[in-house]
């Protein structure tokens, strides 16, 4: 199952954020791995071509689907629920279009967007009580894709619309199994140029502990968590944070014996999420962040907020990490997996940690 | 070039044939001033031009001042030349001292002197002026190369140089600071100019978190080199994430890497809008702790210990950090390897460290903490035996009953009386025979004479 590592190739597991095993669900994942799976397709191999753009626009369309009949649900439940109802109520022109949408929304196959279901859904969009929702957005388990795919439906319908890049990086859809790319950072015909070997095990839901074991062997794992969602719950149990069972997934892999001299790569991911969330959501709601003390609004609140996070990991890690461990590399990275270039200067870092650990220097 | 003979005694012939083809005697028409008979301007000029070629350390591939300019007396070379009537050239001013003390021979001769009355050696000092005209102004060319060379690189990686170009990227960028990095070290003056041309903003920009070691390395080495950092560009390099690429290099790195980045650190946190927690890092800790036990670079070894100990100073929550990073124990089984200038600062920390209690009961766990404070008693230095006195006494109090009997057992008690029978402070003694009492309340006499081991006098 796992190949055997020859001299000039690195072999690297991206982690995984959370697991279902003892709730017998699936595990949300979201994270952001397979955008960065993405991003090195698109970075240090060949990219998309049109065949496999356009692949992707089923899955595009179901994102819509799924987010509108989030948004109207979610609406409806909040109007029943919430102290401050009426604010959900969606207003009775728009009532009937919703119900159709989330009927369309609830089948195995979606149709495929045309102009007049787009119009439908756009109306249904800008009602006040969707845009209520949709500001609670963590509540109601949105996909981050959400915002993004409602602003451009009008160019997702098209007759012969092919997927941009943007869209196909958005486009969200579960893993299954362990998927891997293989790639070269520093570019194929330099010198020196390793060969990299990524594994993305976010989408194996069997028991965990009973085939981590077959990755001891790998260079260094990729430990994805987003740091956005620490005011989220799960999607298949709605009373644990989010960032608390990264937390314990975290601490989970650090202890695991197969890893002892692996080098870990922390990724920080969805900044660009947390930046704006920071603004409006304090910190401190997240149980593991219950000591934080914001100190003055704008930038400045981000940039702390940052690093009370990334002080919080490095705790974690040092905690999880017995004296005779301390040693492994041990780095933290600042991503959005959506931004290229980020990403293209990240792995270029990665490369030359790697490259510097192999030396031993 | 002038050309000397080695003479048997020692000392340097200037060859005149050489001289005067350099110009030295006068040929050459640059020297104008310097020969001129203008006897009182020229002094102070020309010690200006000594004492700047002095302060400038001014390389040591130039010739040395010629034995025949250099007073006997001061081993200075001459200003003002005079000659008495042994034919024995001094300073004026030195020889006038000495004639003024009453002495009546010549210093170097020890002839009586006839006749006390100073020739100005206007002809030496002629020569002694025209020879450092010359090298002054090959000092100030050479200087300005150096500052010249370094503005262009300066400005080569900003961007700003004249013929406008693209700022310097990559592998190119790296070169261009290693040059600079070796310009700054080898001449100081050099990090004026670089100042000068805006290095400073510069290196800084150039820190961030996607920084590659190459680039940063270099640009860390170039701002600990002497470059006045002012309060902006302090305030700058404390940023979070430049802060966390030193963290960085300085787990990472190479050796003398990691030492620029601690000295980086280290002036830093003199700065007085530093705020404390930036370095209550234990990523940052970690780091400082490898390279203090790095064995084979005791530089490192003395930078990390003293930033360790500023750090114990200046925050106090980052001294449980430093605990909980198992320094303790690491400290003390370094604490009998360390070169000698190091075992103050190390004793220092744990001093520190001693104050929180989780700190104490690190010390106490640690098994090597009595044998190797008991060592260091009296064997380094006064101030070292007062802190690992104060270890051990941390150690014995807390748990007297395990303690006392392992440290009369590791020699405490000879150790102890030779304390309080040296010429130590009374503070000191005072400390030694209260510990003594305290590790020996449950012995009995022979018992504790035979720890002592004591010979048959002292008993």
């Known amino acids: 199952m796992i190949e055997a590592m020859t001299t000039d190739e690195v072999h690297v597991t991206v982690g995984w954020e959370e697991e279902g095993e003892n709730k017998g669900g699936n595990g949300s994942g979201e994270s952001g791995k397979s955008t960065i799976f993405k991003q090195i397709k698109l970075l240090f191999q060949t990219g998309f071509n049109e065949a496999e753009l356009r692949s992707y626009i089923s899955v595009i369309h179901a994102n819509v689907y799924q987010t509108i009949k989030i948004l109207h649900d979610g609406a409806k439940e909040l109007s029943q629920v919430e102290s401050d109802s009426s604010k959900y109520v969606i207003s009775p022109d728009n009532q009937e279009i919703g119900e159709k949408l989330s009927e369309i929304a609830g089948r195995l196959d979606y149709p495929l967007l045309i102009k007049e279901l787009v119009h439908d859904v756009k109306k249904l969009w800008q009602d006040p009580a969707i845009q209520e929702t949709f500001s609670c957005g963590s509540i109601v388990q949105l996909p981050d894709c959400a915002q993004y795919f409602m602003e451009n439906l009008d160019r997702l319908a098209e007759a012969d619309y092919v997927p941009t890049k943007e869209d196909v990086l958005h486009a969200r859809v579960r893993t299954n199994g362990v998927v891997q790319i293989q790639f070269s950072p520093v570019g194929e015909g330099k010198r020196g140029g390793e060969v990299y070997r990524l594994y993305d095990v976010g989408g194996q839901r069997n028991e965990r502990r009973k085939w981590i074991h077959l990755f001891e062997g790998v260079n260094a794992v990729i430990f994805c968590a987003a740091i956005s969602e620490y005011d989220q719950m799960l999607f298949e149990d709605e009373t644990k944070n989010r960032m608390m069972e990264t937390k314990e997934l975290f601490d989970w892999v650090l202890k695991q014996r197969c890893f002892e001299k692996t080098s870990f790569m922390l990724f920080l991911n969805k900044f660009d999420i947390f930046e704006r969330k920071i603004q409006k959501v304090p910190l401190s709601v997240c149980e593991w962040f219950k000591d934080y003390q914001p100190i003055a609004p704008g930038k400045q609140e981000v940039e702390h907020a940052y690093e009370f996070v990334k002080k919080k990991f490095e705790e974690l890690y040092f905690q999880s990490s017995k004296p005779d461990r301390v040693d492994r590399v041990f780095k933290i990275y600042r991503t959005t997996a959506l931004d290229q270039k980020l990403v293209k200067k990240t792995f270029k870092l990665i490369d030359e940690s790697m490259r510097r650990s192999r030396e031993g220097s | ?459």
């Open chain 2, 1 to 459: 070039m002038p050309q000397y003979q080695e003479l048997p005694c020692g000392g340097q012939e200037l060859d005149i044939d050489t001289a005067l083809k350099d110009g030295i005697l006068g040929g050459a028409p640059e020297l104008g001033d310097a020969t001129a008979g203008d006897g009182g301007k020229q002094p102070v000029e020309l010690r200006k031009m000594m004492d700047e070629l002095d302060a400038a350390g001014d390389g040591g591939g130039d010739e040395a001042v010629p034995a025949v300019f250099i007073c006997p007396i001061s081993l200075e070379p001459m200003v003002d030349p005079v000659t008495l009537c042994t034919g024995q050239t001094y300073e004026s001013a030195n020889i006038s001292r000495w004639l003024a003390l009453g002495h009546r021979t010549c210093p170097t001769t020890m002839q009586e002197l006839w006749d006390v009355t100073p020739i100005p050696n206007t002809t030496l000092r002629q020569l002694i002026a025209a020879w450092f005209s010359r090298r002054y102004t090959r000092f100030k060319k050479r200087s300005a190369d150096f500052h010249g060379r370094a503005a262009e690189l300066v400005h080569g990686l900003r961007g700003t140089a004249v013929p406008k170009r693209q700022p310097l990227k990559g592998q190119a960028r790296v070169a261009a600071l290693r040059e600079l990095r070796s310009l700054a070290t080898n001449h100081q003056s050099v990090t004026k100019a670089i100042a000068e041309a805006g290095g400073v903003a510069l290196l800084t920009s150039l820190l961030g978190p996607f920084t590659s070691h190459a680039v940063g390395s270099e640009a860390v080495a170039i701002l600990v080199s002497g470059v006045s950092l002012d309060a902006d560009a302090k305030a700058a390099l404390m940023q979070p994430a430049k802060v966390s690429l030193l963290v960085d290099m300085l787990n990472e790195g190479a050796v003398d890497t990691k030492i620029n980045c601690v000295r980086l650190i280290r002036i830093l946190m003199d700065e007085k809008g530093f705020r404390p927690e930036t370095v209550a890092s234990l990523s940052l800790l970690v780091g400082v702790m490898r390279l203090v036990r790095d064995k084979n670079h005791p530089d490192g070894v003395a930078a990390g210990l003293e930033l360790l100990s500023s750090i114990c100073a200046v925050h106090r929550p980052a001294r449980c950090l430093i605990v909980s990073i198992g320094a303790v124990p690491q400290l003390v089984e370094l604490l009998l390897e360390l070169p000698t200038e190091c075992v103050e600062p190390a004793l220092d920390i744990l001093d520190a460290l001693a104050i929180v209690p989780e700190g104490r009961i690190a010390l106490k766990d640690c098994p090597r903490t009595i044998p190797n404070a008991v060592r260091l008693l009296m064997r380094v230095s006064e101030a070292c035996t007062q802190r690992a006195l104060s270890m051990l006494w941390v150690v014995c109090r807390m748990a007297p009953e395990e303690s006392a009997p392992a440290a009369l057992d590791a020699g405490l008690g000879a150790k102890l009386l030779l304390v309080i029978q040296s010429g130590c402070g009374p503070e000191l003694k005072q400390q030694a025979s209260e510990l003594l009492k305290l590790c020996t309340l449950n012995c009995t006499s022979t018992v504790f004479i035979s720890k002592c081991k004591l010979t048959k006098t002292i008993q």
